[in-house]
């Protein structure tokens, strides 16, 4: 089944009076519509463009706020777990360093110059022998049961016979469990920060001390010279917060810090405000001592290194996202420009194929109009003829009034099929002054119909069925141009029946629309003669039967209208036409108050 919909007809609707020319191919309009082609390409352009801010960087951006700040915390934990690693390792050797300062000492008991009444010489002995393992041993002293001390070496000889049973650590040694003691640091009986390892022995049943005192100034040496990471700063508090070690060319005497770990956490890490910077404070609680090994150091330092990877990577994630951008605009504006060109050149060849068209259909009339305006001519032209040789007596022909009139008759007949053929045209170009009244379509189809049975089907077996809507609302046109319209339609349809038939007639109102449809079940139009059958003087019924101008007349009444004709056809099934009228109820109550 072929459609062919006339609506394209209405694109030409004289819009006022004034303005009742038909559109044909103009430059301007030509600009105007390249203008509106560049316009909606760069509305679409602009789409695109927004679509990839908020398909791609919109999306990025969100994902790169997401791992900035997933990358700051595993920033922050990562410096804090590389800050207590470095306490861990740097306790774990300071742990070892006095476990072997205790073993050094512990020998002593057990060389084989051991004596429970030592001499100065075998004292002097024992202390060179500590100072073989370690140069930070200071002295050593050797105490009885009393807590004398019977025996030392050392730089102060004035501790010699000093009584050491009412100092704490010796209090202490002797009240653990434990074979040995790490003192804390304290000043003594000499008044210089020193710290002590006593071990004690028992012989006979009596309990004897041997100890020997490590110079802070050697530890902080040892202690910085394990130091691990960048501006790491490692010092050593009791569980009073008091200093351990003391840097040598700062100050001689142990101070306090402020911050004092937990001593229920062996080991953890906190973040601290000191003096307006932020520091990270990493403690670990020795073994053999307790004593916290405090690992310091400033958060910009402890996070330098990532940070500045992290600035990397944000740099180079914006200049990757910012290329690709660019590449994609660049692409966008590329593809976007060469489909406008298309499409301008389409429109401009759709243009120039439309200007074409109506300049074929403009031949295609011109060479109708000369054909049917022949036929009368020569018809005129060979009667006149005629006449001339009846009136020459040469011919003897017979030239009474009667017969000169017959011959006068047909060229009247032939100078008013002429006077017909440029009276439709003329109806199909002028511009009419509407004079619109509210129209009954049913009725005016069934004036059509009733005229036609008594002239044009009566000679055929044709039967009419109407299923026409009585609800049918009116509309305003005129009557006689659309009686004109359902007239030539109707007997089109009955032209294509070739003996019998039927054609069916129906009216609905929908969409806003009057639908009047007529269909025949007569031979069908060809698919090929379809796009044509609108053009003036097409016609294909042959014999000299109609002049081609029925439907284009009715199709330039229902464009008047504001309408449109749609055509189904099937070849061999026949055909149907569908006129779809507007619809004005404004005006037809405006029509009804004035009657009123």
Same mark, same amino acid.
């Given at each position: 089944?072929?459609?062919?919909?006339?609506?394209?007809?209405?694109?030409?609707?004289?819009?006022?009076?004034?303005?009742?020319?038909?559109?044909?191919?103009?430059?301007?309009?030509?600009?105007?519509?390249?203008?509106?082609?560049?316009?909606?390409?760069?509305?679409?352009?602009?789409?695109?463009?927004?679509?990839?801010?908020?398909?791609?960087?919109?999306?990025?951006? $969100?994902?790169?706020?997401?791992?900035?700040?997933?990358?700051?915390?595993?920033?922050?934990?990562?410096?804090?777990?590389?800050?207590?690693?470095?306490?861990?390792?740097? !306790?774990?050797?300071?742990?070892?360093?006095?476990?072997?300062?205790?073993?050094? $000492?512990?020998?002593?008991?057990?060389?084989?110059?051991?004596?429970?009444?030592?001499?100065?010489?075998?004292?002097?002995?024992?202390?060179?022998?500590?100072?073989?393992?370690?140069?930070?041993?200071?002295? %050593?002293?050797?105490?009885?049961?009393?807590?004398?001390?019977?025996?030392?070496?050392?730089?102060?000889?004035?501790?010699?016979?000093?009584?050491?049973?009412?100092?704490?650590?010796?209090?202490?040694?002797?009240?653990?469990?434990?074979?040995?003691?790490?003192?804390?640091?304290?000043?003594?009986?000499?008044?210089?920060?020193?710290?002590?390892?006593?071990?004690?022995?028992?012989?006979?049943?009596?309990?004897?001390?041997?100890?020997?005192?490590?110079?802070?100034? !050697? $530890?902080?040496?040892?202690?910085?010279?394990?130091?691990?990471?960048?501006?790491?700063?490692?010092?050593?508090?009791?569980?009073?917060?008091?200093?351990?070690?003391?840097?040598?060319?700062?100050?001689?005497?142990?101070?306090?810090?402020?911050?004092?770990?937990?001593?229920? =956490?062996?080991?953890?890490?906190?973040?601290?405000?000191?003096?307006?910077?932020?520091?990270? #404070?990493?403690?670990?609680?020795?073994?053999?001592?307790?004593?916290?090994?405090?690992?310091?150091?400033?958060?910009?330092?402890?996070?330098?290194?990532?940070?500045?990877?992290?600035?990397?990577?944000?740099?180079?994630? #914006?200049?990757?996202?910012?290329?690709?951008?660019?590449?994609?605009?660049?692409?966008?504006?590329?593809?976007?420009?060469?489909?406008?060109?298309?499409?301008?050149?389409?429109?401009?060849?759709?243009?120039?194929?439309?200007?074409?068209?109506?300049?074929?259909?403009?031949?295609?009339?011109?060479?109708? %109009?000369?054909?049917?305006?022949?036929?009368?001519?020569?018809?005129?032209?060979?009667?006149?003829?005629?006449?001339?040789?009846?009136?020459?007596? =040469?011919?003897?022909?017979?030239?009474?009034?009667?017969?000169?009139?017959?011959? $006068?008759?047909?060229?009247?007949?032939?100078?008013?099929?002429?006077?017909?053929?440029?009276?439709?045209?003329?109806?199909?170009? !002028?511009?009419?002054?509407?004079?619109?009244?509210?129209?009954?379509?049913?009725?005016?189809?069934?004036?059509?119909?009733?005229?036609?049975?008594?002239?044009?089907?009566?000679?055929?077996?044709?039967?009419?069925?109407?299923?026409?809507?009585?609800?049918?609302?009116? #509309?305003?046109?005129?009557?006689?141009?659309?009686?004109?319209?359902?007239?030539?339609?109707?007997?089109?349809?009955?032209?294509?029946?070739?003996?019998?038939?039927? #054609?069916?007639?129906?009216?609905?109102?929908?969409?806003?629309?009057?639908?009047?449809?007529?269909?025949?079940?007569?031979?069908?139009?060809?698919?090929?003669?379809?796009?044509?059958?609108?053009?003036?003087?097409?016609?294909?019924?042959?014999?000299?039967?109609?002049?081609?101008?029925?439907?284009?007349?009715?199709?330039?009444? %229902?464009?008047?209208?504001?309408?449109?004709?749609?055509?189904?056809?099937?070849?061999?099934?026949?055909?149907?036409?569908?006129?779809?009228?507007?619809?004005?109820?404004?005006?037809?109550?405006?029509?009804?108050?004035?009657?009123?």
């Amino acid at each position: 089944m072929r459609v062919w919909d006339t609506s394209h007809l209405l694109d030409d609707i004289p819009v006022s009076k004034s303005d009742a020319t038909e559109h044909v191919y103009d430059p301007a309009d030509s600009q105007a519509n390249l203008g509106r082609i560049r316009q909606h390409f760069k509305q679409l352009q602009t789409r695109l463009i927004l679509g990839l801010v908020l398909g791609f960087l919109l999306p990025n951006a $969100l994902l790169s706020t997401y791992f900035h700040f997933q990358f700051t915390h595993t920033l922050k934990k990562s410096a804090k777990l590389n800050l207590e690693a470095v306490a861990e390792s740097q !306790k774990n050797t300071i742990d070892l360093y006095l476990q072997e300062r205790v073993v050094n $000492l512990y020998n002593l008991f057990h060389s084989k110059e051991f004596s429970l009444k030592p001499t100065p010489e075998h004292m002097e002995n024992s202390l060179s022998s500590l100072k073989q393992y370690n140069d930070g041993f200071v002295d %050593v002293g050797f105490f009885d049961t009393k807590g004398i001390q019977i025996g030392y070496a050392g730089p102060y000889p004035s501790l010699l016979g000093k009584d050491y049973s009412k100092e704490s650590w010796y209090q202490t040694l002797l009240k653990e469990n434990k074979s040995y003691l790490i003192s804390d640091i304290y000043l003594g009986f000499r008044n210089v920060p020193h710290f002590t390892i006593a071990t004690k022995q028992v012989f006979d049943g009596r309990t004897y001390v041997m100890r020997a005192t490590l110079d802070p100034d !050697k $530890l902080y040496i040892f202690l910085r010279a394990i130091s691990q990471g960048k501006e790491v700063e490692s010092t050593l508090i009791n569980q009073q917060g008091q200093y351990q070690v003391v840097d040598p060319g700062r100050s001689h005497i142990p101070g306090r810090r402020a911050y004092i770990p937990p001593v229920s =956490e062996a080991a953890g890490v906190e973040e601290v405000q000191y003096d307006d910077q932020t520091m990270l #404070i990493a403690h670990s609680w020795l073994k053999e001592t307790p004593w916290a090994l405090l690992a310091i150091q400033p958060v910009a330092v402890a996070q330098a290194g990532m940070i500045k990877a992290r600035l990397v990577l944000t740099i180079s994630l #914006i200049a990757i996202s910012l290329l690709i951008s660019a590449m994609i605009f660049f692409t966008i504006k590329k593809l976007v420009s060469r489909a406008r060109r298309m499409a301008e050149k389409g429109q401009q060849l759709q243009e120039m194929l439309a200007h074409a068209s109506k300049l074929a259909s403009i031949g295609e009339l011109a060479a109708g %109009v000369a054909h049917e305006i022949n036929n009368p001519l020569a018809i005129i032209m060979a009667t006149s003829g005629v006449i001339r040789d009846m009136l020459n007596p =040469e011919f003897e022909l017979d030239h009474s009034p009667e017969a000169i009139c017959k011959e $006068l008759s047909v060229i009247d007949t032939a100078a008013d099929r002429a006077k017909g053929i440029t009276r439709k045209l003329q109806d199909m170009g !002028k511009s009419r002054t509407p004079a619109v009244v509210e129209c009954d379509v049913n009725a005016l189809v069934d004036e059509v119909v009733n005229r036609l049975k008594k002239v044009e089907f009566k000679p055929k077996h044709i039967e009419v069925v109407s299923n026409l809507n009585a609800d049918l609302p009116h #509309i305003l046109a005129e009557p006689e141009p659309l009686r004109q319209v359902f007239s030539n339609i109707l007997i089109n349809a009955g032209d294509a029946i070739l003996d019998k038939g039927t #054609i069916t007639l129906s009216t609905e109102s929908k969409e806003g629309m009057i639908w009047v449809t007529i269909a025949d079940t007569g031979k069908g139009i060809p698919a090929e003669n379809l796009p044509r059958i609108f053009n003036p003087f097409f016609t294909t019924k042959g014999g000299g039967r109609g002049t081609g101008l029925g439907l284009s007349i009715a199709a330039s009444i %229902v464009k008047y209208l504001g309408g449109t004709i749609k055509v189904n056809s099937i070849r061999g099934a026949g055909s149907s036409f569908t006129v779809l009228l507007p619809i004005n109820e404004q005006a037809k109550k405006a029509i009804r108050q004035h009657d009123k």
